[in-house]
């Protein structure tokens, strides 16, 4: 079960209050709907500083990104992966969790 880890309650006020002005009537966000969010300014973020206007170039700004949002630091190794993820997935067995 994905689940965020932390929360980043302080980071992520702006967005969450956004969010319910935006739609007062619709659920409440959570935190698959913040990380999606991000996703896009990340994105956003690598093409605008960079000019970036084919995907290699997209992925080689993404690879010197140094972003921090409402999910915390984003930042990636030399093989794309995220350095410090907010996310970790848990395995529940016979009432006990574990890390797979």
């Not at 956004?18 to 996703?39: C, F, K, R, T, V």
């Not at 995220?82 to 890390?99: D, F, G, H, L, M």
Request: net charge negative; no cysteine.
């Amino acid at each position: 079960m994905p689940a965020p880890q932390p929360m980043l309650e302080n980071e992520s006020a702006p967005y969450l209050s956004q969010y319910q002005i935006e739609y007062p009537h619709g659920p409440d966000p959570n935190w698959l709907s913040l990380h999606a969010y991000e996703s896009i300014n990340i994105i956003a973020n690598a093409i605008g500083t960079t000019n970036a206007s084919t995907s290699k170039s997209v992925a080689s700004s993404l690879s010197r990104i140094d972003y921090y949002g409402s999910i915390g630091r984003v930042q990636f190794d030399s093989f794309g992966q995220w350095i410090e993820p907010q996310i970790r997935v848990y395995k529940w067995n016979n009432a006990t969790i574990s890390s797979p």
